[in-house]
């Protein structure tokens, strides 16, 4: 009897579930999937979103993919979260920002701090951690709107172009988590690659987006662009970097070519007599000979110490540029402060103050031991 | 009946009177007067059709040679009532009347056509024996005993049913089995009141430990060699007459992961078979609903570029994850079901109109997403895995609750109808024996020769779990 | 019961750790890193020396009083009055934790995964789930704990492993700059969050004694030290100490870190249920307890209907509790002398004036 009744309660308790239904869940046709965002500044110091929704061809038995073209939702409010919100008023169904691989800032807005709308969409929660983050110069909304080749949805576009920063070092993949916690862990200052709208170089009217450089910021606050060869020098000091183009002059016109195969550094840092910091960067790369444009090119042991010299010096050369850079603008890309701090905890307390004007007479001591392969062919 | 004790008499038509209506007028029964010695005459009784009438012949040749060269007659079986007599003839013995004495004789002459040793159908193996039982207690009875040749087999009659009688034949190995266990399967059996017993099953239930419960408590197969591998570890053997399945107890829950095949194959690839028989039940059980919360609640988790696809084909479907699951589940069900009854003549027809309809019109007329028709036929193909005696039924309905769970809870929802489960399967036992068991309690070693197999040269201890007497196999020399 | 109950040595190991390790290691990092920052590390540790000399009390407590949980003890060592009233203190204490941990456990999948779902659900889901594992008693909760220890050990593990690649060992330079004084501030929070293995007074009785016993119960603490100290220092080695203290769980976003195949991601959803099963233990261990002691004490003849009623007491304490996270939070960290006190304070003190009564016995 008992189990009978038993049997019952949980037939009861069963229906009560289904029947109060299923609050909380989101079916796949209620939502628009959200892939990038670009973030510009708006009226009265508010922010203004732009979302790149992919739309959904209906019918078929095939799927497309990510072969879909997009549409475009912008709103504006006081803060990210309401403008967010806002975008639903024009939008038919809620908005699914998990999925977001990329947020643009507009260097406008990150000049002014990007801290709150970092917090902002780390408190959204949705937000993957690995979503990248650019800086664009104008509007940001303006590098979503640009059709790559092959690739409607510009989210992956993105995506595919941080990833070639393996191969130039002339930018780097920086994702949200990144950024966060270097924003609240301050053991560094944060860069953001930057990403420009370009003509295409045959086809005036194709537009394409292209990633070079990187901006630097101070604290939240962006401060400059980094050129070429500041962002490699940078990335190299870093040991971020893999792949990258290095070119040695052999005549007037021509050049040799190298690829950078591997790229290690190591980064001293000590204080000396006057509790100054001195910093020592070793660094070791190897290089691959891939281009030779001038003739009568004899590869020999000698002439290859002769360009691993030339290599060396311009190596040294982007170095000197980037800590020339990071001096004038007091950017601590690299982390000196966190490593004296991690070195010696009690002198750190002293110089963390006034540590901006301490890294700007900071010296460094370059060396750069660059081998040279040349692997395609012995002669 | 109110002359339950009714003796035999002397007067022969007597005895015929009583007997017939002892067993209902009935017209099948043959009643034959005819003298053997001088002097003495005897009535042959028995069923028509029930007994092989050659056999009959033989015996009262032999009898009639030699009144005490009886070892084909059941010499024991000198019956003195009626009712003895009635069930004899019942159970297809031919009795000997003798009208001098007030006794009678008894032959097993029972000669019924039955199925010969065929393979089994419910656990077909690639590698390994083909002869599976038949629904002769005797045969089956022979079966174990021809490969498993020792006399420390021990087998003992019961029989259950107030009407059916039907003949039961436990089986267990002496020095191994643990005698409590033994008792309390012979205390159960004799404290069965059912009227009849058509099948192993009427057995389970009576004597399973927990009547509510969804899970067999008992498992039942229809392999010698199955049957064998279980008496060595220490578990006993149920033959119900007039069924091929034979009951196997006690039974854990992971032994439903187990088949006998596993053992005809090298080590690595009857691990490998088990731990996928593991993982494609895990799957069954889960995979709608694991489908049904990650569309409805934990998009992120997929991947963006799979999201898209799944958004795009579930675009045209007005209906919610979890009524589609429902929908293509049922439906799976249904094809299951008809395919098991249908005449084989019409099997084409159906298989195509299954395949077309629910797999491809269904799709493009927006019912259901091509995503969820791949979920359900994974989850089909999955419970096939198990051996279909067992577990795959629980499966089945579990999946239903599972998605139920999802659909309210997410995520959530299916790990709290896991812990439920596991609190479940973790209170109920069989006959003593904990059925997570040897996963809870845990115990290592004893793991290891049921998620995986061990070799068998590695495979010297008995499972504790049983609670053997004796639990060394062989003791290995190196 | 007719049958005795009885429990293996393993199963109170996997208890031990399951229950310790359950909500500690998503709140500890946080936490921990908001006192030492960096050296977070260094609370873990001497947090789990405390824990381990919490257990050794209660062990040392029942080796004297073999065959009582700690609610006879009271009774037995300070007569049927006071010590009758601190049993019904320590019943309360573990009724109140239940339904602190029935809220902590809402809170977190409602902030973890789903803010959508009414907190009104996940409770109920957590009640019944309890509900259904006390009415099947002692024994099953451990049997069902042996799994889920095992599962959850595993899932840890890999979580850390798959980590591997992203961590920087630097970030937890310097070493404890700051003194070996100044983080304790946070102890009493660690060390309630290793006390938390006290319900074991209440079964260790039911525990089949061997000589390994004492070794299990040791190694259930070491087990549970390794794992925060791990989920510490891999949180630290991730975010660094200051983004560590920032996040609400850093052990989800740990998750949310792991990559697998270039877009596969965001397991935490996945992974998080292995929180339902912690959870679900420790909810588990001290309604258990609770229900054990309330119906010890009051003597109820069919203690089994009473449980329904306590899940839905537990559910509706948990709702009114508090009203959200931040308060929550809050009383941890500013009322954890509470839990210590039933923690450790008062078996100890049981502890001493059973050692002076058996001193007097043995004198006498």
Not at chain 1, 96 to 116: E, N, P, Q, V, Y
Not at chain 1, 194 to 200: F, G, N, R
Not at chain 2, 226 to 248: E, K, N, S, W
């Amino acid at each position: 009897m008992s189990w009978l009744k038993k049997q019952q309660l949980a037939t009861l308790l069963c229906l009560c579930l289904a029947v109060t239904g299923c609050k909380g869940s989101m079916e796949l046709n209620e939502l628009h999937i959200v892939h990038s965002v670009a973030i510009d500044q708006g009226e009265d110091g508010g922010v203004r979103v732009t979302a790149e929704i992919a739309k959904l061809s209906t019918g078929g038995q095939q799927p497309k993919g990510m072969q879909e073209s997009t549409f475009y939702l912008t709103s504006e409010g006081s803060s990210l979260f309401e403008a967010a919100r806002l975008m639903r008023t024009k939008s038919d169904r809620t908005l699914l920002w998990g999925h977001t691989t990329a947020i643009i800032f507009s260097t406008d807005l990150a000049r002014g701090g990007i801290g709150k709308q970092i917090d902002d969409i780390r408190r959204l929660r949705q937000f993957r951690n690995s979503t990248l983050i650019y800086a664009m110069e104008g509007r940001a909304y303006e590098a979503l709107k640009v059709s790559m080749p092959n690739l409607s949805i510009s989210s992956q576009a993105l995506r595919g172009l941080s990833e070639g920063g393996e191969s130039t070092a002339l930018t780097e993949q920086t994702s949200l988590i990144d950024v966060y916690q270097e924003l609240i862990n301050g053991y560094k200052d944060i860069s953001l690659p930057s990403v420009e709208v370009v003509k295409d170089q045959v086809d005036n009217k194709l537009k394409l987006l292209q990633t070079k450089g990187l901006y630097a910021f101070k604290g939240d606050h962006l401060i400059a662009l980094m050129h070429a060869s500041e962002t490699k020098g940078y990335l190299r000091a870093a040991a971020k970097m893999n792949g990258s183009i290095e070119a040695v002059a052999c005549d007037a016109k021509h050049k040799i070519t190298f690829e950078n195969i591997s790229n290690r550094s190591e980064i001293e840092v000590d204080l000396n007599k006057q509790q100054m910091p001195e910093v020592n960067i070793e660094i070791y790369a190897d290089l691959d000979l891939v281009s030779v444009q001038c003739d009568k090119v004899k590869v020999d042991p000698r002439t290859i110490a002769g360009w691993e010299k030339e290599i060396n010096h311009s190596i040294t050369e982007d170095l000197e540029r980037y800590i020339r850079f990071s001096q004038k603008h007091k950017v601590d890309l690299l982390g000196i402060g966190e490593m004296i701090h991690r070195k010696h905890p009690k002198q750190w307390r002293k110089m963390k103050e006034e540590w901006g004007t301490i890294y700007a007479d900071t010296t460094f001591t370059l060396k750069v031991h660059g081998r040279v392969d040349h692997t395609n062919f012995t002669f | 009946m109110d002359n339950n004790k009714a003796m035999l008499t002397c007067d022969e038509d007597e005895n015929k009177r009583i007997l017939r209506e002892w067993m209902q007028n009935t017209d099948d029964l043959v009643m034959v007067s005819s003298a053997i010695d001088l002097g003495q005459s005897v009535t042959v009784c028995y069923l028509a059709g029930l007994i092989d009438g050659r056999q009959l012949d033989q015996m009262l040749l032999l009898y009639k040679e030699d009144k005490d060269r009886l070892p084909a007659f059941q010499v024991d079986a000198k019956v003195h009532t009626f009712e003895e007599v009635a069930n004899g003839l019942a159970s297809g013995m031919s009795v000997l009347l003798f009208d001098s004495d007030g006794y009678g004789i008894t032959i097993d002459t029972l000669g019924v056509q039955l199925r010969s040793v065929d393979e089994p159908t419910s656990e077909a193996t690639v590698k390994g024996a083909r002869s599976g039982f038949t629904e002769s207690l005797q045969n089956n009875i022979a079966l174990v005993r021809y490969q498993f040749a020792s006399p420390s087999l021990k087998v003992e009659y019961r029989i259950a049913g107030q009407l059916s009688k039907t003949k039961m034949a436990i089986l267990s190995v002496g020095g191994i089995t643990n005698p409590d266990i033994l008792q309390e399967v012979h205390q159960r059996i004799d404290e069965i009141p059912a009227d009849a017993i058509l099948g192993s099953n009427y057995i389970e239930e009576w004597i399973t430990d927990n009547r509510g419960t969804l899970f067999p408590l008992l498992e039942s197969t229809e392999r010698p060699d199955r049957v064998i591998g279980a008496l060595l570890d220490g578990r006993i053997g149920i033959i119900v007459q007039g069924t091929p399945f034979v009951l196997l107890l006690p039974f854990v829950f992971l032994q439903a992961f187990q088949v006998s095949e596993d053992y005809a194959w090298s080590y690595y690839i009857g691990s490998l078979m088990r731990l996928i028989r593991l993982f494609s039940g895990m799957v069954g059980l889960l995979l709608p609903a694991f489908y049904v919360a990650t569309v409805t609640f934990h998009h992120e988790l997929v991947p963006t570029t799979l999201l898209q696809s799944i958004a795009s084909a579930k675009e045209p479907v007005p209906f919610p994850a979890v009524v589609e699951s429902f929908m293509m589940m049922i439906a799976f069900e249904i094809m299951r079901e008809a395919g098991i009854r249908m005449p084989k003549q019409v099997g084409q027809a159906v298989s195509i109109v299954g395949a077309l309809i629910l797999g491809q019109a269904a799709v493009e007329a927006g019912i259901v997403s091509p995503i969820m028709v791949i979920v359900a036929a994974l989850t089909g193909i999955c419970t096939f895995t198990l051996p279909p005696t067992a577990i795959n039924y629980v499966i089945r309905i579990l999946q239903f609750v599972m998605t139920l769970l999802a659909s309210l809870l997410g995520y959530v929802g299916i790990m709290v109808g896991i812990i439920m489960l596991l609190t479940y399967l973790a209170s109920l036992r069989s006959f003593g024996v904990p059925y997570l068991g040897p996963a809870a309690p845990f115990n290592l070693s004893e793991l290891t020769d049921v998620i995986v197999r061990r070799p068998h040269t590695k495979n010297n201890k008995r499972p504790s779990l049983f609670r053997v007497i004796h639990n060394t196999r062989f003791r290995s020399k190196s | 019961m007719d049958r005795r109950i009885t429990i293996s040595n393993f199963q109170l190991m996997a208890l031990i750790v399951i229950s310790t390790i359950g909500t500690s290691s998503l709140y500890a990092p946080a936490t921990f890193a908001h006192y030492a920052e960096r050296n977070s590390w260094y609370l873990v540790v001497v947090g789990g020396i405390m824990g381990l000399l919490n257990l050794l009390v209660l062990l040392k407590l029942n080796k004297f009083y073999p065959d009582k949980n700690i609610l006879a003890i009271c009774t037995h060592l300070l007569g049927p009055w006071f010590g009758g009233g601190l049993a019904f203190l320590f019943v309360f204490y573990f009724l109140d934790l239940s339904s602190w941990i029935l809220r902590e456990f809402s809170q977190f999948f409602i902030i973890a995964l789903n803010p959508i779902i009414p907190q009104m659900w996940y409770l109920i889901a957590g009640a019944i789930m309890c509900a259904y594992a006390v009415y099947h008693g002692l024994e099953v909760v451990a049997r069902v704990s042996e799994i889920v220890f095992i599962v959850t050990v595993t899932t840890f593990l890999a979580i850390y492993v798959m980590l591997i690649n992203q961590y920087h060992p630097e970030y937890l330079l310097p070493i404890l700059e700051e003194g070996l004084i100044k983080p304790l501030k946070g102890l009493m929070l660690s060390m309630s969050w290793f006390g938390d293995l006290m319900f074991i007074s209440m079964i260790i009785q039911y525990v089949r004694k061997t000589k390994s016993t004492t070794a299990y119960a040791m190694a259930g603490v070491g087990i549970t030290f390794l794992l925060l100290l791990m989920s510490v220092l891999s949180c630290t080695m991730l975010f660094g100490g200051e983004a560590t203290a920032t996040f609400t769980y850093p052990s989800i976003s740990l998750i949310q870190n792991i990559r697998l195949f270039r877009n596969i991601e965001r397991f935490d959803a996945a992974l998080v249920v292995v929180w339902v099963m912690s959870s679900f233990t420790k909810i588990t261990a001290y309604f258990w307890s609770a229900f054990r002691g309330l119906s010890d004490l009051l003597k109820l003849k069919q203690p089994k209907r009473w449980i329904i009623p306590m899940a839905a007491a537990f559910v509706i304490c948990s709702r009114y509790k508090v009203w959200g996270l931040v308060e929550l939070t809050s009383f941890y960290d500013h009322q954890s002398w509470y839990f210590v006190l039933f923690q450790l304070f008062i078996p100890t003190m049981l502890l001493f004036i059973a050692s002076i009564k058996e001193n007097m016995k043995k004198s006498r």
